[in-house]
C-alpha cells in the first residue's frame, strides 16, 4: 500500500531546524524557525516555567485524563488574557485547551467546515507557511487579501481595506492579532479600529490567530483586534498559543475560543468542538497547560512571568536597532528602516531566494526562503557578521 506514496519536499521552515543544527560552522547564525533565543542564543526555560515546574512536581496529584476541552481552570485563565477578565463566565464563549496554536487552528477548521462545508477564509498575502497547509489541508476553501507591498516593505492597508469590503457577509477573515507572520508589520491602534468596523459593517466572521501575545507592546494592546470585535460581532473565533509568550514550544500549549451569537448556540457549538478534538486526538496534552495555569494564578509567579515576557519583548525591539544601525555601515545605501518598526521576531529583509541560498551556502547565515528573518537570532556577538554577510550578497 505505502508504495503509492510519493516522498514530498519538508516543510520550508523546519527543514530549516536541521539544516542549521547539522551546520558545522562555528560562526553560523540561526534566523529561520521563529523561537525566541537569549543574546547567548539559547531558548531558555522561563525562570517562572522552571518555578512552576516544580511546584507541579511536588503538588500535582493526578495525571488522570482530562474531558476534552481540557481544564476548565486553565481555559478561564487564558480566555481572560485574551478577551479581557470580565468575559470570565460569559455564557457566549467557549474556550477549550489544544495542542498549540495549530492544535487550535486544526480544531477550527474542523467546526467550520461542519458548520458551513462550502464556507471561505480569507488569509493574508503573505501568511505564516502553515496557515494554506493546515488550513486548506482540513478541507476549507482560502481566499487571499493584499497585506504586504514589497516595493514599499510597509502594510498595503488601504488595499486590505478595499479587499475585504467586497468579501461577502459570513465569510470568515483570518487575521494575525499583533507580531504578523511573517511581515512583522501590524495594522495600528486607528487601523484595526477601521478593520473592526468593517467586519462589523460587513457582517465577517473574525478568525483570530494570536500566537505572539505580549511580544509587540503588552498583553492587553496585542490582544486590541478581540478587544475591538468581541462585544460587537455575533461569532468569533481565537486561536490563542503560549509557544512563544512563555517559551513552552514543544510542549504545546493552546486555547481556541468560540464566541457565538447566544448561550444555546454556544452549547451546540462546544459539544460539536469536543467531538471534533475527540475523533482527532481525544483529550488534549496537560503539563505545559498545567504549568501556565499555575503560573496565571500565582501572583508571584505571575509577575516574574510578564517581566521574562516584558524582557524578550525588549530585547527583540532592540535586536532590530542593532541590525539595522549594522546594515548602515556595511551595507550604506540600502534602506532597511521598515525592520526597526515592525513587531515581534519576524521581518522580511527584502532579500531574493538566490542571496538567501547565498547567505546559507557561503556565510552559513539561515533565513525561510522567502527572506523571512527571526530577529531573535541576532545578538550583540553575531550582529557584526551578520551584516557583513547581507552586505556581501546584495
Ligand atoms: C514560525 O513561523 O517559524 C513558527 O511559527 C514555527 C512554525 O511552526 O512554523
Given at each position: 500500500m505505502f508504495e503509492s506514496l510519493d516522498a514530498l519536499a519538508a516543510d520550508a521552515i523546519l527543514k530549516l531546524i536541521a539544516e542549521h543544527q547539522q551546520d558545522?560552522?562555528?560562526?553560523k547564525v540561526d534566523l529561520g524557525v521563529g523561537v525566541y533565543r537569549d543574546q547567548h542564543g539559547r531558548t531558555p526555560v522561563l525562570s517562572s516555567v522552571k518555578k512552576a515546574e516544580r511546584y507541579l512536581v511536588e503538588h500535582q496529584d493526578t495525571k488522570a485524563y482530562l474531558g476534552s476541552g481540557g481544564d476548565p481552570v486553565f481555559n478561564d485563565q487564558m480566555q481572560r488574557i485574551t478577551f479581557g477578565d470580565a468575559s470570565s463566565g460569559n455564557d457566549r464563549i467557549t474556550t477549550l485547551q489544544t495542542p498549540g496554536g495549530s492544535g487550535s487552528l486544526r480544531i477550527a477548521a474542523g467546526l467550520l467546515l461542519r458548520a458551513r462545508p462550502d464556507c471561505r477564509v480569507w488569509i493574508s498575502d503573505?501568511?505564516?507557511?502553515?496557515h494554506v497547509p493546515l488550513l486548506g489541508g482540513a478541507g476549507l476553501r482560502l481566499e487571499k487579501y493584499p497585506y504586504y507591498d514589497a516595493a514599499t516593505r510597509g502594510l498595503r492597508f488601504d488595499d486590505m481595506m478595499a479587499k475585504l469590503a467586497t468579501v461577502p457577509a459570513g465569510d470568515v477573515v483570518l487575521m494575525h492579532a499583533c507580531c504578523h507572520n511573517p511581515t512583522g508589520l501590524d495594522p495600528s491602534p486607528e487601523q484595526w479600529r477601521q478593520v473592526a468596523d468593517l467586519v462589523v459593517e460587513r457582517n465577517l466572521v473574525p478568525f483570530v490567530d494570536i500566537a505572539y501575545q505580549g511580544f509587540a507592546t503588552g498583553l492587553d494592546e496585542d490582544a486590541l483586534p478581540v478587544r475591538l470585535l468581541e462585544d460587537r460581532v455575533p461569532e468569533m473565533l481565537v486561536s490563542s498559543s503560549c509557544s512563544k509568550n512563555f517559551g513552552l514550544y514543544r510542549d504545546r500549549v493552546g486555547v481556541l475560543s468560540l464566541l457565538s451569537a447566544d448561550a444555546k448556540t454556544n452549547t451546540a457549538v462546544r459539544s460539536q468542538a469536543y467531538q471534533i478534538v475527540r475523533t482527532m486526538y481525544s483529550v488534549p496534552p496537560d503539563h505545559g497547560c498545567a504549568v501556565v495555569s499555575h503560573i496565571l494564578r500565582d501572583k508571584a509567579l505571575r509577575a516574574e512571568w510578564i517581566g521574562e515576557l516584558a524582557e524578550m519583548r525588549g530585547r527583540l525591539k532592540a535586536m532590530r536597532r542593532l541590525l539595522v544601525d549594522a546594515l548602515g555601515q556595511h551595507?550604506?545605501?540600502?534602506?532597511?528602516?521598515?525592520v526597526i518598526g515592525a513587531n515581534g521576531m519576524?521581518?522580511?529583509?527584502?532579500?531574493s531566494p538566490e542571496q538567501v541560498q547565498r547567505l546559507k551556502s557561503d556565510y552559513a547565515v539561515y533565513m525561510?526562503?522567502?527572506?523571512?528573518?527571526?530577529?531573535?537570532?541576532?545578538t550583540p556577538g553575531n550582529v557584526e557578521y551578520l551584516a557583513k554577510s547581507i552586505a556581501a550578497v546584495l
Open positions: 558545522t560552522r562555528a560562526h503573505p501568511s505564516w507557511n502553515n551595507a550604506p545605501g540600502h534602506d532597511f528602516s521598515h519576524f521581518s522580511f529583509l527584502g532579500v525561510v526562503d522567502s527572506g523571512r528573518i527571526n530577529v531573535a537570532g541576532i
